[in-house]
């Protein structure tokens, strides 16, 4: 199980980048502050653009740092944040379980962010808001059904009470490891054929990000 105590003054191994989508209003930033610093606004305003946090934990004895970027969820805006999908490893598709609109726009989601998004990024649906059981709309068996037709990693959460929000994220970045991983090591195989294994030694694979604002793009540092 990942940790989240990190010396602040190690070296990072990896940078993941991980998008919230969804519908406005189904909690997204509310789950990001739940989990990058264990905080829950009640009176938290619609994301205008894009906002994201980070957060530095230990995956299987490597230094991982999640760049979270929470997108906003209203229909003017996704046009600016569709750009912010590239370079994504992660992504979680939130909709409010106590609201049967939110889900229905579930595939319409995600059928932006694959268009975006690499093939290869790992998805999580979330069914937020899970402390509305009584309000719910959403049956957990219908958001399993579609999580499993469409491949996609299933959790309902709540970031009022921190039901399985850190969970969630531990699980997304952990699985985005291991796929990370298994290329490495294959790469390594690869090199070691070529008498070049030395080469992936110590390497940090970070993945292609844009901060905001800047216009300037990082990759591919070791």
């Known amino acids: 199980m990942p940790n989240l105590q990190v010396n602040l003054n190690q070296k990072i191994d990896y940078v993941f980048k991980i998008v919230l989508v969804g519908d406005s209003a189904v909690g997204k930033s509310q789950l990001l ?10 009176d938290s305003k619609a994301t205008i653009g894009v906002e994201f946090q980070t957060k530095t934990l230990i995956v299987d004895h490597k230094i991982v740092k999640a760049q979270i970027w929470d997108t906003a969820g209203q229909e003017r805006y996704r046009a600016v ?7 994504a490893v992660g992504a979680m598709l939130v909709y409010d ?4 609109q939110s889900f229905d726009h579930v595939a ?12 290869n990024i790992v998805i999580m649906l979330i069914g937020n808001k899970s402390d509305l059981g009584s309000l719910r709309a959403v049956p957990v068996e ?30 997304i970045l952990t699985e985005i490891y291991r796929i990370v991983g298994k290329k490495s090591l294959v790469a390594n195989d690869e090199n ?9 030694r110590g ?16 990759c591919c540092g070791t």
């Not at 379980?97 to 049967?100: E, F, N, P, T, Y």
């Not at 940090?204 to 604002?213: N, S, Y």
């Open 142 to 171: 219908d958001a399993k059904e579609f999580a499993q037709k469409e491949n996609l990693f299933f959790m309902e959460t709540s970031a009022l009470d921190a039901t399985n929000v850190e969970s969630a994220f531990l699980s």
């Open 203 to 218: 390497t940090a694979i970070l993945v292609p990000t844009q901060e905001p604002g800047s216009g300037r793009r990082t």
């Open 33 to 42: 502050a739940r989990f990058a610093r264990n905080e829950f606004n009640i």
């Open 81 to 87: 944040t569709s750009a912010y999908y590239r370079g």
């Open 97 to 100: 379980l106590s609201k049967r």
């Open 108 to 119: 319409k989601w995600l059928e932006e962010l694959r268009e975006h998004a690499d093939n």
């Open 192 to 200: 070691e054929y070529e008498g070049n294994s030395s080469l992936l």
